[in-house]
């Protein structure tokens, strides 16, 4: 009886990790860019009361052995990096990424973080172009003076048009990072991602070129969050969790039974 009650109990927590993980995908459906995860359970180790093929006490070999499992544990919380919808902005300074890639951004720290989050914004002091958390992007890109329009070609390139002055002027280039192993990299607040050895070395590319995706212009990524989807992942974790509650209880009678006969 007290195998039942414990293994029933890593069946409730493993269920309030899955409700953690699903309300944490629910509380971001409106964030830019943001990657929903999912949590993974395997289960304990079994304890083997008679191995398979083990010879019984009569001279017979046990065809498939007794083994009892002993519960459920958290294995891991993999973050599903499918492109989320593309919201137009009319912002030009908005810009989403179809396909594969990260923006590159300087953190205070001076470390390369990682970002889909194409909400870009212009330091009034110098004309760089900085992140929504007011980080420069990577490589560095600076409008200047006087700019009247700017333009972001699918492929990263940035042009602006100045007051009084006819032809557009290339500032910079936006540059793209992938990984061999997204699910790999550590999330952090503020949309920022950091690599990990899980993740593998960023490699460096521009919008289009091979295994990386072009760039939008007037368009934001939004969240790859489907409300039904995690509503029902939220119904079902409920229900498995009542489920290892009951199974608390009914062993508790059990015990409960077994006392009462001694006394």
């Known amino acids: 009886m007290e195998r039942a009650l414990q293994t029933a109990a890593t069946g409730m927590q ?9 309300s944490h995908n629910l509380a971001n459906i ?39 499992g ?19 902005t009319n912002d030009p300074l908005d810009i ?23 909400n870009l914004q212009v330091d009034g002091q110098t004309g760089e172009l ?11 890109v600076n409008l200047g003076d006087n700019v009247q329009e700017v333009q972001i070609k699918r492929d990263g390139t940035v042009e602006v048009k100045r007051a009084g002055v006819a032809n557009t002027e290339v500032v910079g280039n936006i540059r793209l990072a992938a990984f061999s192993n997204n699910s790999g990299l550590i999330e952090m607040s503020q949309n920022l991602y950091l690599d990990t050895t899980a993740s593998g070395t960023p490699l460096e590319g521009s919008p289009g070129e091979a295994g990386f995706g072009t760039i939008r212009q007037n368009f934001l990524e939004m969240s790859n969050v489907k409300v039904v989807e995690e509503v029902v992942h939220m119904i ?21 039974q077994a006392n009462n006969l001694v006394n």
């Open 14 to 22: 493993a269920q309030q990790t899955n409700i953690d993980v699903i």
């Open 30 to 68: 409106n964030t830019t860019a943001f990657k929903k995860s999912h949590a993974h359970f395997s289960t304990l180790f079994s304890q083997v009361l008679t191995a398979p093929g083990a010879v019984l006490s009569d001279g017979r070999v046990s065809p498939n052995g007794v083994q009892i």
């Open 70 to 88: 002993l519960g459920v544990e958290l294995s891991s919380t993999d973050k599903s990096f499918m492109t989320g919808s593309l919201n137009n």
């Open 96 to 118: 989403a990424i179809e396909g594969e890639g990260f923006l590159q951004v300087v953190t205070p720290e001076g470390n390369i973080a990682f970002t889909r989050d194409g």
């Open 236 to 256: 079902t974790a409920q229900r498995a969790y009542e489920a290892n509650s009951n199974s608390i209880k009914a062993s508790d009678q059990m015990l409960q």
């Open 130 to 140: 900085l992140s929504s958390q007011g980080y420069s992007l990577f490589p560095s």
